[in-house]
């Protein structure tokens, strides 16, 4: 097992912590939050089992379901349980979350993982989940409610404001490859994503035939996008991974053109506010953005 973080490194990271969340507070008009101020030796991360039915592609949230555990172990056991009931299962790790209880009173656990983080690793982090708390504060339902548009726009933003915050900081990134990276793999989830609703939500496939091409459709993306992930812990590709991985990738190339068009990205996120709350619902919120983007 690997040594447990000393105090020190904890204290360390723990400053670095606020110093980050400090700037996005300053830069980006973040809201002050509880996110990782609470260490948790206990907990090895974070990971959600989640699961859906093998014959139907998940279209909403609500399609799939999830349970929490802070042990990677654990987790996948449940996980095997779930996929022996024939359900599609799959571990998803992930650096923070929130959810309405716990942000109000604890925030996202700091756990040992985390201390052995670089700055940047952090500062993608920090402001993703942040992001989440500036949607609540400011209860934009229109991004809130399509949980596709809320987790693509608060990845592609903590990425965005990360490298804001390292050129500030003047330490060293790869701004223009760190985000191709990110652009590519969302392209590569979308492209996955479709491939498969197209399969699915045509009628003239039976049963059979449809889970044939879903065995052929995954083996194609296998390598790309499950393989080398960190937040697919145990490598499933299967409905429930792949719903996951395109809700936080279905947006990010647009929300990518709206953010590079501006360059202070505290007007961009009161232009975000402004338009959420003006628009009628999650699809015109999108709608508007893009006007904004193409227009310029
Ligand atoms: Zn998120």
């Known amino acids: 097992m690997a040594n447990a973080p000393d105090k020190k490194a904890v204290l360390r990271c723990s400053v670095r912590i606020s110093q980050i969340k400090k700037f996005g507070q300053q830069q980006f008009g973040l809201p002050k939050t509880k996110n990782f101020s609470r260490y948790c030796p206990e907990k090895s991360g974070c990971f959600f089992v989640q699961w859906c039915s093998k014959e139907k592609i998940p279209q909403k949230d609500k399609d799939l379901e999830e349970e929490l555990f802070f042990d990677g172990k654990e987790a996948s056991c449940f996980c095997r349980k779930k996929e022996q009931e024939g359900l599609d299962a799959f571990v998803f790790k992930v650096p923070g979350f929130i959810d309405e209880n716990s942000e109000k009173k604890f925030g996202s656990p700091l756990t040992p993982e985390h201390i052995t983080w670089n700055q940047r690793s952090l500062a993608v982090m920090i402001f993703h989940e942040d992001f989440h708390v500036w949607v609540r504060k400011f209860k934009l339902k229109n991004i809130s409610l399509d949980d596709k548009i809320e ?18 900081k003047h330490k060293k990134i790869n701004a223009r490859r760190f985000l191709r990276g990110t652009i590519k793999d969302a392209d590569l989830a979308c492209a996955a994503y479709e491939a498969m609703e197209n399969v699915y939500q045509n009628n003239n496939l039976n049963s059979a035939e449809k889970d044939a091409l879903k065995r052929k459709i995954f083996n194609k993306y296998q390598k790309s996008i499950f393989n080398d992930s960190s937040w697919c812990f145990d490598r499933k590709a299967n409905f429930a991974s792949l719903y996951v991985i395109y809700k936080y990738s279905k947006y990010i190339n647009l929300f990518y053109k709206f953010f590079k068009t501006r360059n202070n990205l505290k007007t961009a996120m009161q232009q975000i506010e402004i338009i959420a709350k003006k628009s009628k619902s999650p699809d015109d919120f999108i709608e508007c953005i893009k006007d904004l983007t193409t227009k310029k």
């Open 151 to 168: 987790e693509s726009l608060a990845s592609i933003f903590g990425y965005v404001a990360a490298i804001f915050w390292a050129k500030e």
